[in-house]
């Protein structure tokens, strides 16, 4: 029974799957190298659960349950009693290496490792470790507490029971699971990288701009946000990264090149919601342009 839970990285998933995890009655540690990161993720838990209050969802009492069940801690190693840890930092292979090679000294032998990654290989982030066998991919979709699906990504290495044991907890955790095979972008990031590639070049080419864009597809398109929204959602940092690294991958397949547009963006720390600025403007008064 996985019931103590690791998260690393306290960002925009990491916050996101602590929820999930407390919710369904596990204790869970989240640990960031970054103190003010921890200190956001807490505070946004509050805000988050205070408004489910608010809408009846939840009760005071199941509130203080969720808040109960996390902790916030300041090194790696506290999370060594964790029977299942679930990496969620920046998308960058060497870093996530590092961070799984260190984990592997805390931890007891049956521990299983995930990551949340997004593209990157699941094989090669085990092969960091000296026993690849417990280490798989765990992809959740953000936001992590609303979205029901999860990708569930077994490397090369993953032995069958850490695949079972990790499916049988994401289910627990009243998602739905997808296993996917461990290719770049898996299934949705790659089936979503033709979706902003192919709107940002409409609006490259001068075809329409984004509030255009993402206009015709929610109101005609039936999606929910539009891709420049989305983007800026998700943060044009990741997503930019995610599209590099698929694209990297599929031995630089045009389907998935990367855009200017958005590598730009990304420079000038125009990042999305996260950042006030990306496709549009989030600063308090800011107009949305019509389309
Ligand atoms: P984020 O930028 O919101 O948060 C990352 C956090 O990791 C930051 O708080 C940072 O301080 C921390 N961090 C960085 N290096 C660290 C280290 N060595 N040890 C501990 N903490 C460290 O990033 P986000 O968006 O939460 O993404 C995290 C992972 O989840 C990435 O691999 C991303 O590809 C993946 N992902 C992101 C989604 C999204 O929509 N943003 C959706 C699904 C997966």
């Known amino acids: ?61 199941e509130k203080q349950r969720i808040q109960g069940n996390i902790s916030y801690v300041h090194t790696l190693k506290d999370l060594g009693d964790s029977h299942l840890i679930i990496e969620a930092i920046v998308e960058k292979l060497d870093i996530k290496q590092k961070v799984f090679s260190e984990l592997e000294t805390y931890i007891a032998p049956d521990s299983i490792l995930a990551s949340n990654t997004s593209s990157l290989s699941i094989a090669s982030i085990a092969a960091a470790c000296d026993r690849p066998d417990r280490v798989v991919g765990i992809h959740f979709f953000n936001p992590a507490p609303l979205m029901k699906l999860v990708e569930v990504v077994p490397a090369v290495q993953t032995s069958a029971d850490v695949l079972d044991k990790a499916v049988t907890t994401i289910k627990e955790w009243k998602k739905v699971v997808a296993v996917a095979k461990d290719t770049p972008g898996f299934i949705v990031n790659r089936v979503a990288r033709p979706f902003y590639g192919e709107a940002l070049r409409i609006y490259e080419e001068g075809l329409a701009d984004f509030a255009t864009i993402d206009w015709a597809l929610k109101t005609k398109g039936g999606f929910r946000m539009g891709p420049f929204e989305l983007m800026d959602f998700i943060g044009n940092d990741v997503n930019y990264t995610v599209t590099e690294t698929v694209f990297t991958a599929f031995y630089y397949d045009a389907r998935y090149r990367p855009s200017f547009t958005q590598k730009r963006l990304s420079e000038a720390g125009y990042l999305g919601r996260k950042s006030g600025r990306g496709y549009y403007d989030y600063t308090e008064g800011a107009e949305k342009p019509e389309p």
Do not use: H, P, Y
């Not at 989240?30 to 209050?53: C, G, Y």
């Open 1 to 61: 029974m996985i019931k103590k839970v690791g998260i690393i990285g306290s960002g925009t998933m990491g916050s996101g799957i602590a929820q999930v995890a407390a919710t369904a009655d596990c204790s869970v540690k989240v640990f960031d190298t970054n103190l003010d990161a921890l200190d956001r993720s807490k505070n946004v838990l509050e805000k988050v659960l205070t408004r489910l209050v608010e809408k009846g969802r939840i009760d005071t009492e």
